[in-house]
């Protein structure tokens, strides 16, 4: 070999040496970010609504200006809000829209940024059914944006192995992967869910005056009384007003103003059958009033019991729905002038069961004489 053409033959093998560097730095390099994205351009800013369908029911979340409500169907140009809690006979109303949960809705916002095109699992259309990412059995999820045109849609299926993520496919695509997330947890169509069910909520430390009047007994005033000025560690101390003159253990009041500072609702009555008799606001079972040092003033009414539920229907002036609350919960703002005492309620004895009339009583049988001693 000449020499000469040595140095040729070592620059030819570097180029060769470099080309299969790059070539397999190229094949093992890994798709950005973006481009693994469902929704690349997604935001919630520009989102307008998202729709979740399944085979049982669908729901629509509706985003109106900085808050996102829930609506029973997709919106239409002529939609007007409703936020009215009754009708003029005090029925319980359907309300077209709600306030939705801003929680809820931002676990959601959060799983469609995050969701990627990483596992995939099948291409074969055969197996959408037995993955549940068909039409039929698929949860549907469509993205809008702020003009309601659609951006993207895909169905959620069935869990993967370890229960804490699902089989999804695209609209219009055998693909299927596998994503994290517990995705079929964040997209839902139970309405109540979606729903904001807090009913009120506000620093405690504000309030001045609690008003407890139940049906059938005598109202209960109470009155956050000052200390004296001349005691600089005192602290201030809840006063019975009426209808007896005592304090109040510190341990009861605060169960009403803790439970009525966050208070929330267990659900949302929609039913429009059951009369205003029926739910109790004609003359309701219980009213708590709340005043403020501000002036402010807050009313709960809490109405009659929901069959066997132990639920009880409440009404506030500041939001436009009939709630459903547990009984536990009422019981903890409802309090009793011996309870804020501290005395402890006398539980009714039992009442003795009657016998019917012409019923015989049984007469016990008197005990069997023992046996004479044999002489």
């Given at each position: 070999?000449?020499?000469?053409?040595?140095?040729?033959?070592?620059?030819?093998?570097?180029?060769?040496?470099?080309?299969?560097?790059?070539?397999?730095?190229?094949?093992?390099q890994r798709p950005s970010e973006k481009?693994?994205?469902?929704?690349?351009?997604?935001?919630?800013?520009?989102?307008?609504?998202?729709?979740?369908?399944?085979?049982?029911?669908?729901?629509?979340?509706?985003?109106?200006?900085?808050?996102?409500?829930?609506?029973?169907?997709?919106?239409?140009?002529?939609?007007?809000?409703?936020?009215?809690?009754?009708?003029?006979?005090?029925?319980?109303?359907?309300?077209?829209?709600?306030?939705?949960?801003?929680?809820?809705?931002?676990?959601?916002?959060?799983?469609?940024?995050?969701?990627?095109?990483?596992?995939?699992?099948?291409?074969?259309?055969?197996?959408?059914?037995?993955?549940?990412?068909?039409?039929?059995?698929?949860?549907?999820?469509d993205i809008y944006n702020d003009k309601?045109?659609?951006?993207?849609?895909?169905?959620?299926?069935?869990?993967?192995?370890?229960?804490?993520?699902?089989?999804?496919?695209?609209?219009?695509?055998?693909?299927?992967?596998?994503?994290?997330?517990?995705?079929?947890?964040?997209?839902?169509?139970?309405?109540?869910?979606?729903?904001?069910?807090?009913?009120?909520?506000?620093?405690?430390?504000?309030?001045?005056?609690?008003?407890?009047?139940?049906?059938?007994?005598?109202?209960?005033?109470?009155?956050?009384?000052?200390?004296?000025?001349?005691?600089?560690?005192?602290?201030?101390?809840?006063?019975?007003?009426?209808?007896?003159?005592?304090?109040?253990?510190?341990?009861?009041?605060?169960?009403?103003?803790?439970?009525?500072?966050?208070?929330?609702?267990?659900?949302?009555?929609?039913?429009?059958?059951?009369?205003?008799?029926?739910?109790?606001?004609?003359?309701?079972?219980?009213?708590?009033?709340?005043?403020?040092?501000?002036?402010?003033?807050?009313?709960?009414?809490?109405?009659?019991?929901?069959?066997?539920?132990?639920?009880?229907?409440?009404?506030?002036?500041?939001?436009?729905?009939?709630?459903?609350?547990?009984?536990?919960?009422?019981?903890?703002?409802?309090?009793?002038?011996?309870?804020?005492?501290?005395?402890?309620?006398?539980?009714?004895?039992?009442?003795?069961?009657?016998?019917?009339?012409?019923?015989?009583?049984?007469?016990?049988?008197?005990?069997?004489?023992?046996?004479?001693?044999?002489?």
């Open positions: 070999m000449n020499m000469k053409h040595l140095p040729l033959l070592a620059v030819i093998l570097a180029v060769i040496i470099g080309i299969i560097i790059v070539a397999n730095q190229l094949g093992n481009s693994l994205a469902w929704f690349p351009q997604f935001s919630e800013a520009e989102c307008g609504m998202i729709s979740v369908k399944d085979i049982k029911d669908s729901v629509f979340l509706v985003h109106r200006g900085k808050e996102w409500v829930v609506m029973n169907r997709r919106p239409s140009d002529n939609t007007a809000p409703s936020f009215l809690s009754s009708d003029s006979s005090g029925r319980a109303r359907k309300i077209s829209e709600y306030p939705a949960d801003s929680a809820f809705v931002e676990m959601a916002i959060d799983k469609l940024k995050a969701l990627k095109k990483e596992d995939l699992i099948s291409q074969n259309q055969q197996k959408q059914v037995e993955l549940e990412v068909d039409t039929i059995q698929g949860t549907r999820v309601l045109a659609p951006v993207g849609s895909f169905y959620i299926g069935k869990n993967g192995a370890d229960w804490t993520s699902n089989f999804v496919r695209m609209s219009g695509s055998n693909d299927v992967y596998l994503a994290g997330g517990s995705l079929k947890y964040s997209f839902f169509t139970d309405k109540s869910r979606w729903k904001n069910k807090v009913i009120a909520k506000f620093d405690r430390s504000f309030v001045k005056g609690i008003e407890i009047a139940k049906r059938d007994s005598a109202s209960i005033f109470l009155s956050l009384s000052a200390p004296s000025p001349k005691d600089s560690a005192a602290r201030p101390v809840w006063q019975i007003v009426s209808p007896v003159k005592d304090s109040a253990r510190n341990a009861e009041v605060d169960k009403i103003l803790n439970t009525l500072s966050n208070f929330s609702a267990a659900d949302i009555e929609e039913d429009t059958a059951i009369s205003a008799d029926s739910l109790g606001f004609t003359k309701p079972y219980a009213r708590v009033a709340l005043s403020f040092e501000n002036g402010d003033k807050k009313t709960v009414l809490v109405g009659n019991q929901k069959g066997s539920e132990g639920k009880r229907w409440v009404r506030t002036s500041e939001k436009p729905a009939t709630f459903l609350v547990n009984g536990y919960t009422i019981d903890n703002i409802v309090r009793s002038v011996n309870a804020l005492r501290g005395i402890p309620e006398k539980k009714p004895e039992p009442v003795p069961a009657k016998t019917p009339a012409g019923a015989k009583k049984d007469k016990k049988k008197p005990a069997p004489k023992a046996p004479k001693a044999a002489k």
